[in-house]
């Protein structure tokens, strides 16, 4: 049965993002926008306006030939009135763009776009987990509205999204899901060219961030917010510079953290070898020039840096939370690290003086991440599963 068949005319998806900011998620529905096009669905992207601090990949979108609509009021943060203003406008996007599918990306998203789905009547709804919400993000009482509102949430749905095995596994546990076939494994799907044949070590970047060249450099991508543990890794690192007088740490990021990050490292002494160099890109010269991507998050889903990392041929460790240990099962030029202080710091003293067989390593394996993450895969897969549950919600005239 084809499209026109089914409904008349191309499958319309009103997809809805909290907001657009630098990160996983924001790249992951720009590249579902664009691959699904190629597969005849109309997609109008919705989106909240990022945090100045924590960059915007508005622009990124906009030069794949996608222009987001931009709902002000549509944020990360708890606010009554600002919450029903972007809950009205999400309902005008509906009733004006008309979808057969609303699919929403990350909590805020998917409370106010999958509660507005079902009161206007929308044929399916999908939402796809990203990060695992369920701990680490917010407090004891604000996890445990989370907890309340997504077991509600998760019954209007008609499809759930994980990015793997695990965190398929963890939604279903934590949710009580009734109907275990809603909830689907469905990979990112990833375009890495742009790291795959990147020269390493050129020294471009280490140079406009004042590090010196010779320097043994750990970095940490994310963004500067509390779930990341950049004061974990920051005290690790204190520890270790002591041990190893060539060793500096790059904290690459933007967020709500800066201001407290940088009257650490004044106090601590190490103004000279921990540099927050803010938001940079493209992010692939600071893959280039790092000895070691380093991770060390409470909680993650399915981290798109240590993928890119990967494939730019720069050797990663990270914290064995969420997703990270079945994501780097295998994967030789990765290490997983611990998340209490005490061994966190004993395991990224193992990394260094491992450090050139965990590079050799990495540089031999750059193409089994785009191996892993298909980006054709990724549309194929949507397209099959949103299909499959039209034929079952809507009969033909």
């Known amino acids: 049965m084809t499209d026109k068949t089914l409904i008349g005319g191309p499958i319309r998806i009103l997809r809805l993002l ?110 796809t987990f990203h990060g695992n919400v369920f701990e680490g993000y917010f407090s004891s009482a604000g996890t445990c509205g989370i907890m309340f509102a997504e077991r509600i949430l998760s019954r209007l749905s008609d499809l759930i999204i994980a990015l793997s095995p695990g965190q398929r596994k963890a939604i279903l546990d934590r949710l009580r899901l009734p109907k275990s076939e ?46 990341k543990n950049h004061l974990g890794l920051m005290a690790a690192f204190r520890r270790l510079a002591s041990e190893h007088e060539r060793l500096h740490l790059a904290i690459v990021g933007g967020g709500e953290l800066e201001a407290e990050l940088r009257r650490w490292v004044l106090a601590s002494g190490l103004a000279g070898r921990i540099h927050l160099t803010g938001i940079v890109q493209p992010i692939g010269q600071v893959y280039a020039d790092l000895d070691v991507l380093v991770l060390t998050s409470r909680n993650e889903g399915t981290p798109l840096v240590l993928i890119e990392a ?10 064995a939370v969420g997703g990270v240990p079945e994501l780097l099962s295998g994967v030789n030029g990765a290490r997983l690290l611990g998340i209490d202080q005490e061994t966190l710091v004993s395991d990224l003293r193992s ?5 050139e067989s965990l590079q050799h390593a990495a540089a031999c394996n ?12 990724l549309a194929e897969t949507m397209a099959g599963l949103y299909r499959g549950i039209l034929r079952r919600r809507i009969r033909p005239s």
């Open 18 to 127: 909290s907001r657009m900011n630098v990160g996983g998620p924001s790249i992951h529905v720009i590249n579902l926008t664009r691959s699904l096009a190629d597969h005849g669905f109309e997609t109008r992207l919705v989106v909240g306006e990022p945090p100045l601090i924590e960059g915007s990949m508005i622009p990124l979108a906009r030069q794949e030939g996608i222009e987001p609509r931009i709902i002000a009021g549509l944020t990360r943060e708890i606010d009554p009135v600002r919450d029903a203003a972007a809950f009205a406008a999400i309902v005008s996007e509906i009733r004006e763009f008309r979808p057969h599918i609303v699919e929403t990306h990350t909590a805020k998203a998917g409370l106010l776009g999958r509660v507005a789905a079902v009161a206007c009547g929308v044929p399916v709804t999908a939402h």
């Open 182 to 227: 809603k909830v689907r494994v469905v990979p990112l799907g990833l375009d890495l060219s742009s790291f795959l044949h990147l020269p390493r070590r050129t020294g471009e970047w280490r140079r406009a961030a004042g590090i010196p060249e010779n320097a043994c450099l750990m970095g940490l991508v994310a963004r500067l917010v509390p779930v």
């Open 310 to 319: 990967l494939a730019a041929g720069c050797p990663v460790a990270a914290t």
């Open 351 to 355: 990394v260094l003086s491992g450090l």
């Open 366 to 377: 750059r193409g089994l991440m785009q191996r892993r993450f298909p980006i054709d895969t």
